[in-house]
């Protein structure tokens, strides 16, 4: 019997970090749980909370949150599948061969699912580019800081990279150009679209075009070497009333190394 279309909220979003015992997954789960929350209401659930409290803070396109940091193995993620709007395999250059284990459970349960490899070099960028299985969603640099900062009990900052990417992917993984875009809005053919930028004043602009149309919108930065970031817009659950807010994201854009992807 065919798997029915999963029903995605555009107010609500699940992920879970899954992945082999070793791998990082916990931080990455903790690095990505600590960004929500200076953005975002969220919930931390798994060995993740012990680093990440949750947030109730209000965001710009108001979504709630929730992180899965999953136990690890592949039965883990068929455990929490069909609970989750997205999964993100963990994984290092080394452990890129376990991937598939993942890729075929998240598509049993017809689940959304992307890459995250950990402990990145620059020795192992031809190897991520021939692999052939799940679609990169990010990658983080080995780090003796991060790890540093979670032997220790501590939420890691991370400088100079950004795990902004994830959020996107999860969100709405498809591009859409600025004009369709906002006709996709006002047609109600999507719920949450996503316009590539330029660069933060661009990004900007694009920001005070959705709200002044009555979107929720915010602005997320990713590591391509052609553009610096992204806007996300969706229907607002209040269209708009009143006049909007003036912008006030105060990111800034990170300064890593790109590749491209």
Known sequence: MATQP??????????????????????????????????????????????????????RLGIEWTVIDCAAGPAAL????ENLD???????????????????????HDL???LVVNRFTE?????????????????FYENEAIAAAMAAGDSPTLEDWTVEAILMEALQPERTEQDAALEALEASSQQIVNVEVTDKRRGNSLLEMFETAGYDAAYFECNCRCHDGHVLARRSKHPAASKPQPVTETDQPTSGPKVSR
Not at 21 to 38: F, H, M, N
Not at 78 to 81: D, L
Not at 129 to 137: N, P, T, V, Y
């Open 123 to 139: 020795d192992a960028k031809e190897q991520l580019r021939a692999f052939e299985g799940l679609e990169l969603a990010e990658y």
């Open 6 to 59: 999963r029903k995605r909220s555009s107010v609500a979003q699940t992920v879970g970090l899954v992945g082999d015992s070793g791998v990082g997954k916990t931080t990455v789960a903790t690095l990505l749980a600590d960004r929500l929350r200076e953005r975002s209401a969220v919930r931390v659930r798994g060995e993740a909370a012990t680093f990440v409290e949750d947030s109730y803070r209000a965001g």
């Open 86 to 108: 997205t999964a993100f395999v963990v994984t290092t250059p080394d452990n890129l061969d376990r991937v598939a284990a993942y890729e075929q459970v998240a598509a049993e």
């Open 78 to 81: 068929a455990a929490r599948a």
């Open 112 to 114: 959304d699912c992307w």
